[in-house]
């Protein structure tokens, strides 16, 4: 199957700095992708989807300001979390959709801030 | 509309047994079922899916069966071996290429030896 990496596996940061998190598709073309976030024991929440060379589009509730979405090509959209508080430590995980139609994870990235 | 509600939470099976996770759905515009593995500290990994003109499907030791009249769709596993203890996820879309995913709540595997 189709191959997303997702990068940093694991960060720890300190209040108030901000993190990225890439999302790569490896071996096919994706003009959505969509990021998720885990809490422990729970479902994926969707935050936002991403199209390729536009705008997110955020979920109710998500603060689009809070959560950076840029999708600059077809094989690559970052997720940067912006003065990260304790509160935004989650597992973070992106999905991207082959241009058959199904979609794949990538493996989380599991965010810690101290 | 958007819900799918899944159970139960958690399942323990003694190895070589039937393991069989229930989802429903609301949203009758829904015409793909995924279900997702997840091991911990992982994304989901899609293990099977279905849509709403097949009744079930079949793919080695999983298989999902779908009720359209009922709005409700089940993941069996035969002969569940310890590797098999995960997180499984339903999900639900309303487009064909499965985009925009509805997550049931999960379900905790246990596979004892």
């Known amino acids: 199957g189709a191959v997303v990496s997702q990068h940093p596996s694991r960060v720890i940061c300190k209040s108030g700095t901000s993190v990225k998190i890439e999302c790569r598709s490896l071996d096919f073309q994706a003009t959505t992708m969509f990021w998720y976030r885990q809490f422990p024991k729970q479902s994926l929440m969707l935050m936002a989807t991403s199209n390729e060379g536009s705008k997110a589009t955020y979920e109710q509730g998500v603060e689009k300001d809070k959560f950076l979405i840029n999708h600059a090509s077809l094989t690559l959209s970052t997720l940067t979390v912006t003065s990260a508080h304790p509160e935004d430590s989650s597992f973070y995980i992106c999905?991207?959709?082959?241009?058959?139609?199904?979609?794949?994870f990538g493996s989380g990235t599991q965010l810690s801030v101290l | 509309q958007q819900q799918v509600k899944q159970s139960p939470q958690s399942l323990i099976v003694q190895k070589g047994g039937i393991s069989i996770i229930n989802c429903a759905y609301e949203n009758t515009a829904f015409d793909y079922f995924p279900w997702y593995q997840q091991f911990p500290g992982k994304g989901p990994a899609l293990l099977i899916a279905i849509r709403p003109d097949v009744s079930e499907k079949k793919e080695g030791r999983f298989t999902i069966s779908f009720n359209k009249s009922a709005k409700q769709f089940s993941l069996h596993i035969m002969d569940s071996q310890p590797g098999d203890s995960a997180t499984y996820f339903c999900a639900a879309s309303r487009e064909t290429s499965g985009s925009r995913l509805t997550f049931g709540e999960g379900t905790q595997l246990t596979v004892n030896p």
């Open positions: 999905s991207a959709r082959e241009q058959g139609g199904k979609l794949f």
